[in-house]
């Protein structure tokens, strides 16, 4: 794969998607590098059934399962997007903290809608009101938003840190906090 064949699956989903070069070349501009990255990530990854690895911030994958932290939801989108040009049918499912569950209530109001209050501790995962372009990426790619508690998220960065070795924040310990809470 070269990049440049990655350059077309992204002009080609955001001309798929509608976004053209009129009104919405703002959201294929704002998801260029994220979709570049996704790419990328997407060819490290394994290929085989049982395939595993974890990558990025907050991505575990399962060959078609991915589960994605989602803080404004700007990453989540550009891996989706790449995703369902590259993986159709492939299943993306987001984590947000209970605090700051912004697209889990936007995707249920069928809409954008601004949170009252933000409580989660988490500084990378807290964000009130996502952008409505990115929500509308999000709508039509991802699968599921699930909800995870900070206390969760805590849970799963020392598992990482004590029984894998790995040190990550806790938006890097999202997608493992919500395959343990289930």
């Known amino acids: ?17 509608g976004a053209g070069w009129g009104g919405r070349a703002a959201l294929a501009l704002y998801l260029l590098p994220v979709v570049v990255a996704a790419a990328a990530i997407m060819q490290l990854l394994p290929a085989g059934p ?6 990025g ?6 060959t078609e399962f991915l589960v994605i932290a989602i803080g404004g939801g700007g990453l989540i989108a550009g891996i989706a997007t790449v995703l369902a040009a590259l993986r159709p049918g492939a299943r993306i499912v987001g984590v947000e903290p209970e605090g700051s569950p912004t697209l889990r209530e936007s995707l249920k109001a069928g ?5 009252p209050a933000v409580t989660t501790k988490v500084a990378t995962m807290a964000c009130g009101r996502s952008d409505s372009l990115v929500f509308d990426v999000i709508r039509r790619t991802v699968s599921e938003v699930v909800l995870v508690r900070d206390e969760d998220l805590e ?9 894998m070795g790995i040190a990550a924040d806790l938006s890097g310990a999202a997608s493992v906090a919500a395959l343990m809470t289930g």
């Not at 049982?50 to 990558?55: K, N, R």
């Open 1 to 17: 794969e070269t990049p440049s064949r990655w350059l077309t699956v992204w002009l080609n989903t955001v001309r798929a998607a």
């Open 50 to 55: 049982l395939g595993f690895a974890a990558t």
């Open 57 to 62: 911030r907050g991505i575990v994958t399962l």
């Open 111 to 115: 809409h954008v809608v601004s949170l």
């Open 155 to 163: 849970r799963a960065a020392r598992w990482l840190w004590f029984e």
